[in-house]
């Protein structure tokens, strides 16, 4: 049997046009909304050919259609809420590990890995691609986000897509956008000037979707500019539809609808989760406002044709997933662990304390239940593969998700790579039980931990009081106390004087402990950058406090009783993170891009070319130390006058041996260089001086060259 879109020749929207062409209103309007394919009470039941997981629509056989079955997230093939128990996933290290490792192929190939796993269980949409700037470093999902630039977050995220995508797994991107903390995430309206929007968060969206093609796009849960993000009208319909001519679909986030007309006319086509709003918005009240003549039968076919191009531009459809595929789960280990091993970031290491020498005698290991596992980030992100240890967590949507620590045990990898005749585990609860166990060891490993989750910001900078002392105590009667973080985002670090070593390790997923170990004994050169900026004390920062942390969240799915309160980030506008640090003159405990190696590099003569308005750098850089080791070039741009502070402008990883050299060459995107002009609607370039300088972080300058930029000005066709 042959369907329409099985005609030869035709193009994804001709294919979905075909199909759209031969449904009936009630197969439409069957995927325009859907409750969440996991039980929330005793009574939900899901339909049998429902997996469990975020979404289920309806097949259409009589078409060729699959149905959609769409699971989270960025971090692996999760099962909320235990909804397929026994299930088992790779669990990837924390999107900001990926950000730290600066490498848009490694991103690629942990997308295929995710895209994989997702097809082989069924699922042929990954609700994937967070890429919302890290402005409050409080923020509970920072771990799902990649950095606080738009440069580096939207090559990353959108090489993550095009990775899952290539599986013939559509990929989202989310939350869309400026969804920045999870304190009353459904109430909190982010203001922000359309010029600094378009410069900082904006931008970050667009280089992903430019370079990921995400089938689909997810707004967040709060509102930008006093709209909701699933129905602001300048997001949707203005720039992504209609300045970045976006192809794919519009899924809100799940009860994050409040509206049928406003919603769809703003240019919203799914209602998500919708069991969890006030109402299913997009089913009666969406065919009674078509009734009405609100909206035209034709708008709910766009709606329709855009979800089914994006499904056959990545074949989820020519290719249907396929449950129960095997997968190969040792060989995605060891790329998890890979990923993590090239987004751990050596903080600090004295008197060349690491690596550890394998022959020392005696090692203790404290803390962070490091004798079982890694920590992971909490909410509709995390994966819980078999044999990870859980806690209680927090409760969201109804649903329990538990604080997980994923099964790659440190303490058993740093006994496989030391010689050491002991290396003995201590809880770290008892401060008297470390400090005893620490005599007579020649290294103390301490793990310190900082849990995040989806519904919970963390509350100030500050890791807890206990762990604090537990490092100030052990540093105070021991010279080799080297601490690893395991942390949702930036902490402050009261002791870093008195420990001679460093390592943030994020949190570093299914080959986490073998990662560690490798950096800790020298196996693997670290290379990681700080995709974040570590600030001194949270009084740094644009809003040094926020708004009622520790009530949190109000949730979807529970009446929305609270006020909508404002969020200005006009404070920083487009100068989020390191930007903000540069222009208050702050310095921060850690600059964003920092980062030391085992070996070291030098660069040489820098030279910049303009060609046609754009700028494109090169660099000679050698690896001067004495073993292999990779490095971040990273190209910053200032402008002579100061009227704005350095942005990062390029970057790339590069991989040398002891002693080589390589010429290295960079483009620089015209966006990251231009300012957003209002009035006119387009980008532009002031022809003015600028230095153009190379930097091993953002508070230092290397070689620098001096350039006047050419004077331009481009835009978006208009619609
Ligand atoms: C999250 C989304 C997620 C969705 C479905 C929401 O709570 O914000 O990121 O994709 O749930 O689980």
């Keep these: 049997m042959s369907y329409p879109w099985q005609k030869p020749g035709l193009t994804p929207d001709q294919q979905a046009a075909a199909v759209v062409a031969a449904m009936t209103t009630d197969e439409k309007f069957a995927w325009l909304s859907g409750p969440m394919a996991i039980p929330l009470t005793k009574d939900d039941k899901l339909p049998p050919e429902a997996i469990g997981s975020a979404a289920y629509y309806p097949a259409i056989p009589r078409l060729g259609i699959p149905a959609l079955q769409q699971s989270d997230a960025s971090l692996g093939v999760s099962a909320l809420g235990g909804v397929r128990p026994g299930d088992h996933a790779t669990a990837l290290p924390s999107s900001l590990a990926l950000g730290a490792s600066f490498d848009p192929q490694l991103a690629e190939a942990s997308g295929e890995l995710l895209g994989r796993e997702a097809f082989s269980k069924g699922f042929n949409v990954q609700l994937a691609g967070g890429a919302n700037l890290i402005r409050e470093p409080r923020g509970g999902r920072n771990f799902e986000y990649i950095s606080e630039d738009p440069l580096l977050t939207g090559i990353i995220a959108g090489h993550s ?31 922000l000037n359309e010029s600094a929007l378009r410069e900082s968060d904006l931008l970050a969206f667009e280089l992903a979707i430019e370079i990921g093609e995400p089938g689909a796009v997810m707004p967040g849960y709060n509102l930008i500019n006093g709209h909701w993000a699933s129905e602001n009208a300048f997001l949707l319909s203005q720039v992504l539809k209609g300045d970045w001519r976006y192809p794919g679909w519009v899924m809100s986030d799940w009860g994050a609808t409040h509206s049928a007309t406003k919603a769809a006319l703003a240019g919203l086509d799914v209602q998500s989760g919708a069991n969890l709003d006030q109402q299913v918005w997009f089913d009666r009240p969406l065919r009674e406002a078509v009734d009405r003549g609100e909206i035209k039968a034709t708008k709910i076919d766009e709606m329709i044709r855009r979800i089914l191009r994006s499904l056959f531009a990545c074949g989820a459809i020519q290719h249907p997933a396929q449950r129960g595929r095997p997968i190969d789960y040792s060989w995605h280990q060891l790329i998890a662990q890979r990923e993590a091993e090239q987004g751990i970031v050596l903080l ?126 052990l540093s105070a009667v021991h010279s080799t106390v080297i601490v ?155 402008p002579v006058s100061g009227r704005y502070p350095s942005r990062l402008v390029a970057f790339k990883k590069v991989t040398l041996d002891a002693g080589e050299s390589q010429r290295i060459d960079l483009g620089i995107e015209p966006r990251v260089i231009a300012q957003w002009d209002c009035t006119q609607q387009h980008w532009s370039i002031t022809g003015e001086e600028v230095e153009i300088y190379q930097a091993s972080d953002a508070s230092s300058v290397g070689l620098t060259a001096t350039v006047t930029l050419a004077a331009q000005s481009f835009g978006y066709p208009r619609h």
């Design 484 to 638: 690893v973080l395991q942390t949702g985002g930036a902490v402050t670090l009261p002791w870093l004087e008195s420990v001679p070593a460093l390592l943030e390790a994020w949190y570093p997923g299914s080959g986490g402990g073998e990662a560690i170990a490798g950096v800790l004994f020298g196996r693997v050169n670290p290379a990681g950058r700080l995709p974040i900026t570590f600030p001194a004390d949270d009084q740094q920062l644009p809003h040094p406090t926020q708004k009622d942390p520790n009530t949190t969240t109000s949730l979807p799915g529970v009446e929305i009783t609270g006020e909508v309160f404002e969020i200005d980030y006009n404070v920083e506008g487009a100068d989020v993170g390191y930007r903000w640090f540069a222009r208050q003159q702050h310095k921060p405990l850690f600059p964003f891009g920092f980062g030391l190696s085992y070996t070291q590099f030098c660069y040489e003569n820098l030279q910049l070319s303009q060609t046609y308005g754009k700028i494109s750098a090169s660099v000679t850089l050698t690896n001067s130390g004495e073993r292999s080791g990779s490095e971040v070039v990273q190209i910053y741009l200032r």
């Design 348 to 473: 600090k290491n004295d008197r060349n304390t690491l690596p550890l020498a394998p022959e020392l005698s005696r090692i203790l290991v404290v803390g962070a239940h490091a004798d079982q596992g890694v920590l992971a980030g909490g909410g509709s992100s995390a994966v819980t593969p078999q044999g990870s240890l859980q806690f209680e967590g927090v409760d969201f949507m109804g649903i329990q998700t538990p604080k997980v620590y994923h099964p790659s045990s440190p303490l058993a990898a740093i006994r496989h790579n030391s010689l050491a005749k002991r290396v003995d585990f201590v809880s770290g609860e008892s401060l008297d039980e470390a400090l005893t166990a620490a005599e007579g060891s020649d290294a103390v490993i301490v793990f310190a931990e900082e849990w995040r989750s989806e519904a919970l910001d963390a509350q100030g900078l500050s890791l807890d009081a206990h762990q604090n002392q537990l490092i100030t105590r």
């Design 161 to 191: 897509v095009r990775g899952i995508q290539s599986q013939h797994v559509v990929s989202t991107v989310k939350h869309f956008a400026v969804n920045a903390q999870e304190t009353g995430r459904v109430l909190a309206d982010s203001r």
